[in-house]
Protein backbone atom coordinates (compact mmCIF):
# COMPACT_ATOMS: atom_id res chain seq x y z
CA UNK A 1 0.00 0.00 0.00
CA UNK A 2 1.83 3.66 -1.09
CA UNK A 3 0.98 6.44 0.83
CA UNK A 4 -2.80 7.11 1.66
CA UNK A 5 -5.13 9.56 2.96
CA UNK A 6 -5.52 7.96 5.77
CA UNK A 7 -1.21 8.50 5.96
CA UNK A 8 -2.01 11.63 5.61
CA UNK A 9 -4.94 12.18 7.80
CA UNK A 10 -2.53 9.93 10.10
CA UNK A 11 0.45 12.88 9.90
CA UNK A 12 -1.64 15.99 9.99
CA UNK A 13 -3.80 15.07 12.86
CA UNK A 14 -1.55 12.32 14.79
CA UNK A 15 -4.56 10.05 14.33
CA UNK A 16 -3.34 6.91 15.39
CA UNK A 17 -0.47 5.11 17.92
CA UNK A 18 2.99 5.86 17.72
CA UNK A 19 3.88 2.80 15.28
CA UNK A 20 0.91 4.00 12.37
CA UNK A 21 1.97 7.48 12.61
CA UNK A 22 5.81 5.67 12.02
CA UNK A 23 4.84 3.70 9.62
CA UNK A 24 2.40 6.32 7.58
CA UNK A 25 5.69 8.39 7.86
CA UNK A 26 8.02 5.79 5.99
CA UNK A 27 5.58 4.99 3.02
CA UNK A 28 5.34 9.00 2.79
CA UNK A 29 8.90 8.88 2.66
CA UNK A 30 9.53 5.98 0.52
CA UNK A 31 7.73 7.60 -2.12
CA UNK A 32 8.73 11.42 -1.36
CA UNK A 33 5.11 12.74 -0.86
CA UNK A 34 6.70 13.92 2.61
CA UNK A 35 8.92 16.40 1.18
CA UNK A 36 6.18 17.80 -0.63
CA UNK A 37 3.56 18.34 1.98
CA UNK A 38 3.51 20.61 4.27
CA UNK A 39 6.44 21.92 6.97
CA UNK A 40 5.35 20.11 10.07
CA UNK A 41 5.66 16.65 7.68
CA UNK A 42 9.04 17.32 6.92
CA UNK A 43 10.68 18.46 10.41
CA UNK A 44 8.52 15.04 11.68
CA UNK A 45 9.92 12.86 8.89
CA UNK A 46 13.75 14.51 9.51
CA UNK A 47 13.38 14.20 13.69
CA UNK A 48 12.34 10.47 13.03
CA UNK A 49 14.96 9.58 10.74
CA UNK A 50 17.54 11.49 13.27
CA UNK A 51 15.90 9.08 15.71
CA UNK A 52 16.32 6.01 13.62
CA UNK A 53 12.78 5.71 13.85
CA UNK A 54 12.35 5.50 10.16
CA UNK A 55 14.69 5.53 7.48
CA UNK A 56 14.85 6.79 4.09
CA UNK A 57 13.56 5.92 1.19
CA UNK A 58 14.72 3.11 -1.29
CA UNK A 59 15.77 5.42 -3.88
CA UNK A 60 16.40 9.60 -4.27
CA UNK A 61 13.51 11.45 -5.10
CA UNK A 62 13.33 15.50 -5.14
CA UNK A 63 11.78 17.66 -2.38
CA UNK A 64 9.11 20.71 -3.76
CA UNK A 65 11.84 22.85 -4.14
CA UNK A 66 13.95 19.92 -6.28
CA UNK A 67 16.34 19.37 -4.11
CA UNK A 68 17.73 15.81 -3.95
CA UNK A 69 16.71 13.77 -1.06
CA UNK A 70 18.89 10.99 -0.85
CA UNK A 71 17.95 6.86 -0.58
CA UNK A 72 19.13 5.09 2.56
CA UNK A 73 21.66 3.67 0.38
CA UNK A 74 23.24 7.02 -0.27
CA UNK A 75 24.38 7.57 3.30
CA UNK A 76 26.91 6.24 5.25
CA UNK A 77 25.83 3.01 7.16
CA UNK A 78 24.79 3.83 10.87
CA UNK A 79 24.03 7.58 9.67
CA UNK A 80 20.25 9.41 10.25
CA UNK A 81 18.63 8.12 7.26
CA UNK A 82 20.47 4.61 6.82
CA UNK A 83 19.16 1.19 7.43
CA UNK A 84 22.18 0.44 9.88
CA UNK A 85 20.55 3.67 12.00
CA UNK A 86 17.30 1.53 12.38
CA UNK A 87 19.11 -1.82 13.29
CA UNK A 88 21.28 0.05 15.97
CA UNK A 89 18.23 1.61 17.39
CA UNK A 90 15.16 -0.50 16.95
CA UNK A 91 16.49 -4.13 15.87
CA UNK A 92 16.82 -5.70 12.70
CA UNK A 93 13.37 -6.72 12.53
CA UNK A 94 11.78 -3.66 13.01
CA UNK A 95 14.06 -2.21 10.21
CA UNK A 96 13.37 -5.09 7.81
CA UNK A 97 9.92 -4.90 8.62
CA UNK A 98 10.06 -0.37 7.97
CA UNK A 99 12.15 -1.65 4.47
CA UNK A 100 9.26 -3.70 2.57
CA UNK A 101 6.60 -0.89 3.43
CA UNK A 102 5.83 0.64 -0.12
Same mark, same amino acid.
Given at each position: $??? =????L $??? *?DG &?G? *??T????L !????? &?? =??? %??????? %?S???????G??????? *???D??? =????? %? &? !?????TK??FD??? !?T????Y? *? %??????
Amino acid at each position: $MAF =TVDDL $MAL *EDG &DGD *EQTILDAL !QRGIN &DG =TVW %RLSGSAG %RSAMAALASGAVMLGPR *EVRDAYG =TPVPS %R &D !QVKPGTKGSFDLVV !QTFGREYA *E %RLASLP
